[in-house]
């Protein structure tokens, strides 16, 4: 087991203060442990990058946002659907739309409260979230639409251990979402990079992350949109306030999971970095959702499911 496995929660929140006060709410503190991921996954120093050159500002809080994976490799436009007029307004999230359902539904299912998919698809819509599944031009083609790591992990036989949720495969489940739920399928360049980085997740609720000028180096999550979209997507479904916060806990949770998988146990606590304003409630679902993903018979499902990649090429 990696080191940093069982690592206790201080790993995030020093008793000093919060990580993103104290050391990462600092810009150039951030942006060199980024420019540090960039060299050491891609080789390359752009000495030009700035704090400013992480986000992308909403102009309009209410704007319509395109949720894609965690994986930071970049969209291929051409072989993609278009995405109409939204090309700066992405939110970043494990498993991009099959992940935020999968979230909901789990938590629905363990409170006995059921939902069609097509309606929670559908209350996310309106709610401003238009959630995408992907693909790799590397792995995957339009007949075997392979290249997720997420829903890859979810047809391992430790998945339900760890992501409380399992699927028979990638292509069959991307499938069956454009068929019954008409969510569209974005096409990712080239190989996984990101697990060379770190997991990077943002509390701002007015802006995105745009890792690409990063080099495509680390995992991200956009929690602080998110979260707003979140709770009126449960709002408008009639959940209770704590069903709503479990979505959000689940998610990060997912998120931290996958990370510390595709990664060979290389992302785990010291490198899930943590950045915006203070907000006390986004504090208590991180910290609620590493105790989860922390716990030690996830953490052998996990280091079972690293065990098994490590004999295989993807």
């Known amino acids: 087991m990696p080191d940093g496995a069982n690592k206790p929660m201080d790993a995030i929140f020093p008793e000093s203060g919060f990580l993103w006060n ?5 810009g150039e503190r951030l942006v060199a442990q980024v420019g540090e991921w960039m060299r050491f996954v891609t080789g390359a120093e752009d000495e030009t ?10 102009a309009d809080r209410g704007a319509t946002l395109n949720a894609t994976c965690t994986d930071e490799r970049q969209i291929d436009i051409a072989g993609s659907v278009r995405i109409e007029d939204q090309e700066n307004m992405f939110i970043r999230v494990v498993g991009g739309a099959a992940g935020i359902l999968h979230a909901f539904e789990a938590v629905m299912e363990k409170h006995g409260v059921f939902y069609d998919p097509r309606v929670i698809d559908e209350t996310l819509t309106e709610s ?4 995408y599944n992907h ?11 392979r290249g997720c790591g997420y829903l890859g992990l979810l047809t391992m036989d430790q998945a339900a251990a760890v992501f409380e949720r399992s699927i028979a495969g990638a292509h069959e489940h991307i499938t069956e ?7 569209p399928t974005l096409v990712l360049q080239d190989e996984h990079v990101a697990q060379n980085g770190g997991l990077l997740i943002s509390l701002y609720r007015d802006r995105t992350l745009e890792p690409g000028n990063a080099g495509r180096s680390f995992f991200s999550c956009d929690l602080g949109v998110l979260a707003e979209r979140i709770e009126q ?21 997912d ?22 304003p203070e ?29 098994e990649r490590s004999h295989h090429t993807h």
């Open 233 to 253: 997507t449960g709002e408008a479904l009639l959940l209770e306030p704590d069903l709503i916060r479990e979505v959000l806990v689940t998610l990060v949770r």
């Open 49 to 58: 990058l700035a704090e400013a050159d992480l986000f992308n500002m909403l």
């Open 128 to 131: 401003g979230v238009i959630g």
């Open 279 to 307: 907000d006390e409630n986004l504090k208590k679902i991180i910290s609620e959702a590493y105790a989860e993903f922390s716990e030690e018979k996830r953490i052998e499902a996990m280091n079972s499911m690293i065990d």
């Open 177 to 183: 979402m454009e068929g019954t739920l008409d969510i």
């Open 255 to 276: 998120n931290m999971s996958a990370c510390f998988v595709l990664s060979g146990g290389n992302i785990e606590g010291s490198k899930f970095i943590v950045t915006g």
């Open 135 to 145: 693909r790799d031009n590397v792995h995957g083609t339009e007949e075997d639409k």
């Open 22 to 26: 104290e050391n990462y709410k600092n």
